[in-house]
RNA sequence: GGAGAAAUGGCAGAGUGGUCGAAUGCGGCAGUCUUGAAAACUGUUGAGGGUCACACCUCCGGGGGUUCGAAUCCCUCUUUCUCCGCCA
């Protein structure tokens, strides 16, 4: 959520920086100031009956205790009218922030200045790149025949019991899962991050904290009974953690890791790229939270971008990356790189990490403020990314290391999994 | 699932209708003393809105109500604790 002070000063700066997410919020951003100035109004017009009413009642307290009965209930009469008048102006303000609310929940993030131009990935800045694309044998194959071949992976046992998109692990595969999560979560502790365990559904409030809620709504699975949410990545428990929060700016940064499960609906994009494990339901995910002050967010990001890296480099995987252009920029990001491993067998690059910095449009929502020696106080930055996500990496890892003899493990993982080869 | 008790500032904890945004203690910050630190002493110390700055308004778990006036009374929800039941 944007704040409305600073759209209030600078709202030419944010029609242009809204302009790269193709969007003309020229009048939206109009809307939000009429709200705000209507707001205000009702507040301080509410506010000068109130402060005359309280003023009514101190008296009739003092006129009551010195036994003038007669003169209070005089006075009390004219308490009546200010009442109702309060009673109207409450309405009206509740309506008037309730109407502003709604307004700044529809408008995304703004852009960094270094985020490209673009309607869709094709507009994604290439960045970096590292890593050889290997020279496959000439039986290579997609990693879901891959699954199937050294029965690792179960796509129809899923569909049975749960629904397309479920896969089973079985065997290698499971241990190599387990792997992957127990070597993320290291690489992320020995880079300083605290690991959590949290929950894996959330309430209404942490949707909204972190943003998926109600730009999301429809994308995550609601458990309506208890009008909970399973989660779409461990950003949103682990982000709301600090909910309502005011940190101290020598404790900064905060820095987090979790591994958990993601959920996602994936309403509505079914068609090309979905086959085995490129897109699912239910997927594994090891991410990374920070809260930043402000002056650090962006070396902090770099921070990260090259944290994820060296995990990469360690599995040998061939990757790029990407700086997401305006189209593609997340609802709630300033910036986002994403990182992508080449996959020779499927010819494509597919999407491992998503490194984003929110700035302060996840704090605001949250109310997560940082208190500074001086006292000063100020929405902390937040950021994260995914370190990394299971599926793709697993993908990755099939089809990049097929060996005739069977799938060679990257050396960094071998430890961690207790075997050197799938065949 | 049933019965009871509770929810107050960073923490602990008073306050049961009228200068209570809230005693007191601890903690934090600043100062005095000290070569420095500790101790002691003095001062200061919640949040949000609003204003150029004041004024002023709101907040004692959330929401609603009674009243001229609510931390205090009533309703409701949530959470925590204790006991009972059930159970991985």
């Known amino acids: 959520m944007l704040e409305v002070a600073q759209i209030r000063e600078h709202k030419d700066a944010f029609v242009k920086a809204l302009q790269k997410r193709n969007i003309d919020a020229t009048a939206l951003l109009d809307q939000v100031i009429a709200a705000d100035e209507t707001r205000r109004a009702s507040q301080s017009q509410l506010d000068q009956v109130l402060a005359d009413s309280n003023k009514f009642s101190k008296e009739i307290g003092i006129l009551f205790k010195n036994g003038e009965a007669q003169k209070a209930n005089l006075l009390k009469e004219k308490t009546a009218g200010l009442k109702e008048q309060s009673k109207g102006l409450q309405e009206q303000l509740n309506e008037a922030s309730e109407t502003l609310k709604n307004l700044l929940f ?11 131009e673009g309607n869709t990935d ?16 000439d039986a290579a194959q997609p990693h879901w025949e891959l699954a199937k071949k050294y029965d690792i992976i179960d796509f129809e046992l899923g569909t049975k019991i749960t629904g397309a998109g479920f896969p089973v692990y079985k065997g290698k595969g499971a241990r190599l899962q387990r792997a992957l999560i127990s070597y993320f979560l290291d690489k992320n502790t020995a880079a300083g991050y605290t690991e959590y365990q949290v929950p894996h559904l959330v309430n209404e409030a942490s949707g909204y904290g972190t943003g998926q809620l109600p730009d999301k709504e429809g994308q995550m699975y609601h458990v309506t009974e208890d009008d909970l949410y399973l989660i779409p990545t461990a950003e949103v428990p682990v982000t709301n953690m600090f909910r309502g929060d005011m940190i101290a700016a020598s404790d900064l940064p905060i820095t987090c890791t979790g591994y958990t499960p993601c959920f996602r609906r994936e309403a509505g994009s079914y068609g090309a790229h979905v086959r085995g494990l490129n897109r699912l339901h239910q997927f594994d995910k090891v991410e990374i939270v920070r809260i930043e002050h402000p002056d650090n967010s962006a070396a902090a990001l770099d921070g990260m971008v090259d944290h994820v890296k060296t995990i990469l480099e360690e599995l040998e995987l061939p990757y790029r990356i990407l700086r997401l252009c305006g189209g593609d ?8 790189y994403d990182f992508e491993v080449f996959s020779t067998a499927q010819d494509r690059w597919l999407e491992i990490s998503s490194v984003s910095n929110f700035q302060t449009f996840q704090a605001n929502r949250l109310k997560l403020r940082i208190k500074d020696k001086d006292g000063k106080k100020m929405l902390a930055h937040t950021l994260n990314g995914s370190a990394l996500a299971l599926p793709r990496v697993l993908a990755g890892i099939l089809e990049n290391c097929q060996t005739p003899e069977g799938i060679k493990i990257p050396k960094a993982l071998v430890p961690y999994c207790g075997f050197e080869m799938i065949d």
């Open 106 to 116: 529809t408008i995304p993030n703004i852009p960094h200045d270094s985020v490209p």
């Open 329 to 336: 920029l997340g609802f709630t990001a300033h910036l986002t």
């Open 122 to 137: 094709e507009d994604n800045e290439e960045v970096f790149r590292k890593g050889d694309i290997p020279v496959l044998h």
